[in-house]
Each structure stands twice: as structure tokens, then as C-alpha cells.
């Protein structure tokens, strides 16, 4: 009997007709309400603002929105085709710092800027769509492989493990940061088709990625979710509950260093001392072979007011500290290779010593 | 030259003429609000609703509950002393389950009951009072003391490190928390007496005492503070910044497990991971010798609703996740003794193995 798709109800984006728009990410679980991306430069700031955030849905967000910007430069300028492109790419590049996948889909679509040279623009720009849209399938049938490896991957680490069993995962590694099924939450919803399983979402402060959207969709799908204060965590696998941790990944380098949301080093620690399995998902649009290892990724450093204001729906903030005390936010951390346990990848499943294994996977 | 004595401007109670005040700290650091116990079931509401919470304060503050109750009763039922405060007392300890500061400041107040049974009942809470000043009196000694000591070890530990000395903490184990100068903070204190410190506090989901508390009385004190989304705190510490990581507590087993607020574990095993001590700094009120180790302490699982709402100043409160979504709160985790470094009390500062080191302590 073949197996019943792998799928979920949540679409955060869509693009038609040189419309791009992004399921505003800031807003839910309470409003869902799509922007509307007119421009490239529209498109950085929804990256930039965190309106639309995943490592491989910025990638996607970036590709259609060189597509918004392709058409409306062939419509209005077609002879500044080139310059606006190449602008338009750097102002989406510099959006934000540490996921590869930026830049990487980015340069990919630049490659179709520079191979279309002396096409007409209306050409250049369905060109540049045809590419986005190959960017955004292949991401979405990443999602899908690399789930099912996954979910081989955990059920074969577990033995006869019996259920229900719960995953815990760090901010939002879903189909809300992917233009499909999702990575970690990829593979949770591959294990639930087939029986029984709970997630244990952290809440992700400050931004409340696991509050906020991991909640939200896998609620959507109808999979059991609690919520935990990020704290809590590390007392929850040393609990002997936590029948592993998956995570997503915004740059593996190519020894296996994994940068990912600030707090995935800690769970890493934490899973470690008690023999938990941590497993890392992440299509290999995520890998990085140009750094060497997780000190050269550039790791992005937020303003310390997204830590120290809550946002109210009525568009108000609380401050949650006194007046004068500053924070520091360091979005992302780095895992060392040694603590991952599995790198799953729609290629394959890398093992330690990563380094040859993602190498493997490379080629 | 005598050393300057170490100090601070921040009082979080009063107790006069059988009033009881205490700062409300849920307010903090909007209002400083002192609230009037005048039973102990008002106090004992007080401190389960964390308008007081800190393990040596909450023990302060049941004292001075009894001595109010004691005082409350002598006016009015003289001869319903004794069932009156036996049930007191009862409702007292059944606050909350964790700090043994608390049961053991009551059972001390029932010891002076028993020891004035036949005395007139206006003494009988006189006696009381006294005691209730006395345990404070204890606990303000304790933390100079402790204090004194914890900075010494920390001098000795770090050697000719430069400053300024950075130290990081987690929820609040200051002034608002005991009698005194505090604990963590008080060897933080100590140390800034005597030359350039930082602190870099966790700001403590879901209560935020970092961010609402500690934030508030260094800043008081004029000492350098900083906030951290509590997922930040692993990798600050593995980038070499962090001097040390000093917590409180709210029960050590006498093996030198230490429950404390939930995500001390998890510093703990960034600290071990990267050899920055780790400490633990509790007055010996704090020692519970009839709890072998970790697991038999009680942890108290706190309403998950306090992670699911943030409250404004209006007294309204924000949904932070999608309604039909639960959350998790353990309140408290368990820190193996194998990872502490120091536990320091106002006797002296135990070394692993701290099952023998506490006995010493004890005796």
C-alpha cells in the first residue's frame, strides 16, 4: 500500500501575475493578513522586519521578490534592467546576515539575469519568475525527502521506543519558514501521519517563534503542541520525556557546525548529557562549504528593543524592563558539529564526523 | 583600612507594630506598591501569587505573617491561639512546595508557639515578633557573610583575570529575595565594592525577575547591568565573556543537588561545557539534609497560563499563542551537585564532593 502524502494547510506566501505576497508572520496567531510586496525593496524590509522569517522561506521571498522587481522594471524602465537587478539583489542580500539561503537564492537568480543579457525585459522577467518558482518546488520537495529520512532516521535511532512520542523543537522550523511542509516540523508531520506524536514547542523569546507560529501551525494540523517557557527545556530531556529534539538551521558550515535561532546550542548541551537524540533538518540549500566552520558565519545581532518591548495587537508595546537597562540580542547561536547527532538533508542524513559526511552529501 | 561595609538601597519589606509591608514585586519595576498583610492568609496569598517570592524572603516574610496572625489573634480570640496558629502556619508552608526557607522559618515560629504555651497571648506574640526579627536579622547577616566569601573564591578562582569582571545570572537572587543584600547578587555587590563589574541577567520567562527585578535593584545600586533573552545566555557563555555564573536557590539536597529557578540547569551545563565556574550562593537556611538528593525535592508546577499571558499595566493581559494551546511551567529545575562548582553559604563554601562539604557545613 503506498504511503498517504505528507502535507498541511499552511501556505504562508504565493505569487501570480507578479504579485508577491507574504502571510505576515508578526501578526499571527492573531490576525492573518497577507503584505502585498510591489518591489524588491518591499521585499527586504518584509525580511528584514521578520514579516516573513525561515532560513529557507527567506531564500523563497528573496527569488519572488527579484520576480516582483524584474517585472516591474520591464514594465516602467526596461533599460535600467541590469542596474535595478543588480541593486535590488544587494539591498535583499543585506536584509539579514546569517541565513545562506539568502544569498544563495539570490545568486541564483542572478545567474538568470546575467544569462538572459540582451533578451527583451518581458522575457528577462518571466525568466526570472520560471527560476523562483523552480527555487520555491525544490524547497517544497526538500521538505518532503528530507522529512521522510528523517522520520527513517529517528524510528531506526529509537528502536522500539513506544509512543506517543515527543519531539521538541526550537522556534519555527515549519511550513511557516519554508515554501513547504517544513523541516523539523517536516519531519513531525511525517511521524504523525503514522502514529502517534506530541510536540513540545519552546516559546522562542523574544520574537515567540514557537508561541507564536510553531503553535499556530502544527494546531492548524492538528497535532498535539504544548507550549514550554525556553527554560524549561533542558529539565524536560533530563526528564527522560523528550524522545528527541529536531531543529531547523539557518547555515551549516561545512565541518557541521549548525547556526541556528539563539537557544538551539543549549538544547544541543542539554541532549547530550542525557543521550537524547539532536537531530538538525535542513534542506542543502542551507549548507555553507565556503565557511569552513561555525566561527565564519556571520551571526546576526538584533536590536536589543525586540527583547525589551512586548508588541500589543493594538500596536502599543509593554516594556518589560526599567527605563535605562539595555539587552543584548545575538539571534542566532552556533552548535558544534560533535553535538549533532544528525544533519538530515533531502540528500541524505549526515552522521559524525560531519565534515565527511555533508562532503559526501555534496557530491 | 577597614573595608567599606556593602549595602543597598533596596528594601523590599517592613514589618512595625504589627504591620507587615511588603514590596509588591509583580508591579515592579512600574510601582512600588507596598502591600499590607494584616493575617497570614493575606501573606501567605502574597507569596503565592508572587507579589513575594525569593527562597530566603518568602521565609522572612511567613515569619512575620505568624507574628502578624499572632498579634491579630491576641486582640481578638486570645484563647483560639494555638488552633489559630497551627492553621496558619499550615497555610503558610502550603504556598508553595519548593524553597525550604519556607517550612523551615515556620517551623521555627511553631517551635516559639509551643515553647510560650501558658503565657499571656499578648507576650506569646511578642515572642514571636522577636523571632520573626531575629530570622531576618539572620538571613541580613548571612548574605554580608556569604557575600564576603563568595567574592574571595571567586578572586582566588579566576586568578589575575582582567576586569571588568562580567558575571551572569539567572531570575533574581538579590535584595528582593532576602533580608539583605542578597545572595547571587550580593557577591555581585561585594565585587563591584571593590572594583569594575557587569552583570549580564537573564531575564527569566516566563516571571521575567531578570528583567523586572534584578534589572531594577542593580540598577538601583549603580551597578552595570545588561539583559539577555534567556536562550542567549549558552552562548554568551561559550564565547569567554562570562567570568562566572552565580544563581541562588531554593533547596540544596545534602548530596548538593540545588533546585532553583527552572533554566539553572542549563546554565549549569553551558558553564561546565566551557570551565567558567558555576555557583550556587545560599544562606544555610537554604540546606535541606532530610532530602538525600535531587528527586526527592518537591518542584512546583506553576498554572501554564502565566506562560500563555503577559499582563499589561492596565491590568489586562496579551495571549501570546493561539488559544486551545497549553503550556508547560515547572518552576523550578534540579542542577546535578557534579556541576557546581561552589555552593556558598554564610559558613563557608562547599567544594565538589559537596555531599561531604555540606555535611561539614552542617556541623
Known sequence: MPESPVSTRVVPWSYAGGRL???????????????????????????????????????????????????????????DFDAALVLAAERLVAARPTAVNLPAAVARMRRVVEATVGWPAAGRAAALEREAGAIAA????????LSRLGAEWLRRRWGGRPAPLTLLTHCNAGA????????????VRTLARDGPVA??????????????????????DGIPVTLLPDVAAAAM????????????????????DVANKVGTYGLALACRAHAVPFV??????????????????????????????????????????PEGVPALYPAFD?????L??????????SEPPHAAGLKALAT
Not at 502585498?36 to 527569488?63: D, F, H, K, M, N
Not at 523569546?205 to 494546531?219: D, H, M, S, V
Not at 530531556?237 to 557541521?256: E, L, T
Not at 549533532?340 to 542524513?349: D, K, L, M, P, S
Request: aromatic letters at 2%; proline letters at 5%; hydrophobic letters at 45%.
Open 237 to 256: 530531556i533530563a526528564s527522560g520525556k523528550v524522545a528527541a529534539v529536531v531543529v531547523g538551521a539557518d547555515r551549516i558550515a561545512a565541518n557541521g
Open 176 to 187: 511557516l519558514a519554508t515554501a513547504g511542509i517544513g523541516t523539523a516540523l517536516g519531519i
Open 280 to 321: 538538525v533538518a535542513a534542506p542543502t540549500t542551507t549548507l555553507d562549504r565556503t565557511c569552513p566552520d561555525g566561527r565564519s558565519i556571520p551571526i546576526e545581532i538584533r536590536d536589543g528593543e525586540e527583547v525589551l518591548f512586548v508588541p500589543t495587537r493594538a500596536g502599543e508595546t509593554i516594556r518589560l524592563a
Open 340 to 349: 549533532v547527532e544528525a544533519i538530515v538533508t533531502e540528500r541524505g542524513v
Open 199 to 220: 510536540v513540545l514547542a519552546d516559546e522562542t523569546r523574544p520574537f515567540l517563534q514557537g508561541a507564536r507560529l510553531t503553535a499556530w501551525e502544527l494546531k492548524r
Open 21 to 79: 505576497l507574504l502571510l505576515d508572520q508578526r501578526l499571527l496567531p492573531h490576525e492573518e493578513t497577507f503584505l502585498e510586496c510591489e518591489s524588491a525593496v518591499q521585499t527586504a524590509e518584509a525580511i528584514r522586519s521578520l514579516a516573513v522569517r525561515g532560513a529557507p522561506l527567506i531564500g523563497v521571498a528573496a527569488a519572488f521578490g527579484l520576480a516582483v522587481e524584474a517585472r516591474r522594471v520591464a514594465d516602467r524602465a526596461p533599460g
Open 138 to 145: 525544490e524547497d517544497s520537495q526538500a521538505c518532503l525527502r
Open 334 to 338: 552556533v552548535t558544534p558539529a560533535a
